[in-house]
């Protein structure tokens, strides 16, 4: 059975850092393709980055920001949160791809406040 479990969220100040880390289990780390989602109090849950074995992508609001990489002999997964914004104030997941033969997962999430 797959489990994600994340850690490193905090309250933290407008221009501060924070890395969340990502530790899987039950699954085959190295190839999958894992994400960070985010969701803001009444409103929709929302892509961040995602990273695969070659290659990242983020949303524009978090690009020259934030920066996903991964271990895949910790099999983990991290977001390095620089410069941060009130904006940024959510409940931060970590995901696996699904791909064609195994479904979606999704960490339990981990809460990020950026506030004075």
């Known amino acids: 059975q797959v489990q994600l479990v994340e850690s490193g969220g905090g309250l933290v100040q407008p221009g501060g850092s924070l890395r969340l880390s990502c530790t899987a289990s039950?699954?085959?780390?190295?190839?999958?393709?894992m994400g960070w989602y985010r969701q803001a109090p009444g409103k929709q849950r929302e892509f961040v980055a995602r990273?695969?074995?070659?290659?990242?992508s983020y949303a524009d609001s978090v690009k020259g920001r934030f920066t996903i990489s991964r271990d895949n002999a910790k099999r983990t997964v991290y977001l390095q949160m620089n410069s941060l914004k009130p904006e940024d104030t959510a409940v931060y997941y970590c995901?696996?791809?699904?791909?064609?033969?195994?479904?979606?997962?999704w960490g339990q999430g981990t809460q990020v406040t950026v506030s004075e």
């Open positions: 990273i695969t074995s070659s290659s990242t």
């Open positions: 995901n696996q791809a699904p791909t064609s033969y195994s479904g979606e997962y």
């Open positions: 039950g699954t085959l780390f190295s190839i999958r393709v």
